[in-house]
Nanobody, 121 residues
Framework: QVQLEESGGGLVQPGGSLSLSCAAS????????MGWYRQAPGKQRELVAT???????NYADSAEGRFTISRDNAKNTAYLQMNSLTPEDTADYYC???????????????WGQGTQVTVSS
C-alpha cells in the first residue's frame, strides 16, 4: 500500500531550472533508497540519480554537476533539483523507492506515475 506522489514537472526554457518532489506514503517501516529515472521518446528508461537512507548519492554522467538529489527521511520525500536544463533533458521523470513495509523484512520496489519535463524555447 505504498504510493509515490510526484510534483514539479513542467515546461522550461533552455538554461532554466526545475525542482521535482516525490512523497511516499503507506505503512512504511523504512525506505532504503529513493531515485529518479527518466524516459525520453524512443529510448529506454535510464537512471538519473539515487540516494540512500544514509545520504549517499549516485548520479548519471549526464546529470552530474547539474542535478542534485536529496531526501527528507522524516517526510519520506525525495527531491531532484535540476539546473542548466537542455532540450536533451526532455523526458518523463519517474520516482522510485525501495521500501520495507511495517511487519516485514523484505524490500520492494515501487514507482510513481511519472511527471513530464519539457525543455524548449
Amino acid at each position: 500500500q505504498v504510493q509515490l506522489e510526484e510534483s514539479g514537472g513542467g515546461l522550461v526554457q533552455p538554461g532554466g531550472s526545475l525542482s521535482l518532489s516525490c512523497a511516499a506514503s503507506g505503512t512504511i517501516f523504512n525506505i532504503n533508497a529513493m531515485g529518479w529515472y527518466r524516459q525520453a521518446p524512443g529510448k529506454q528508461r535510464e537512471l538519473v540519480a539515487t540516494i540512500l537512507d544514509g545520504g549517499i548519492t549516485n548520479y548519471a554522467d549526464s546529470a552530474e554537476g547539474r542535478f542534485t538529489i536529496s531526501r527528507d527521511n522524516a517526510k519520506n520525500t525525495a527531491y531532484l533539483q535540476m539546473n542548466s536544463l537542455t532540450p536533451e533533458d526532455t523526458a518523463d521523470y519517474y520516482c522510485n523507492a525501495i521500501v520495507v513495509l511495517e511487519y516485514t523484512t523484505t524490500a520492494r520496489s515501487y514507482w510513481g506515475q511519472g511527471t513530464q519535463v519539457t525543455v524548449s524555447s
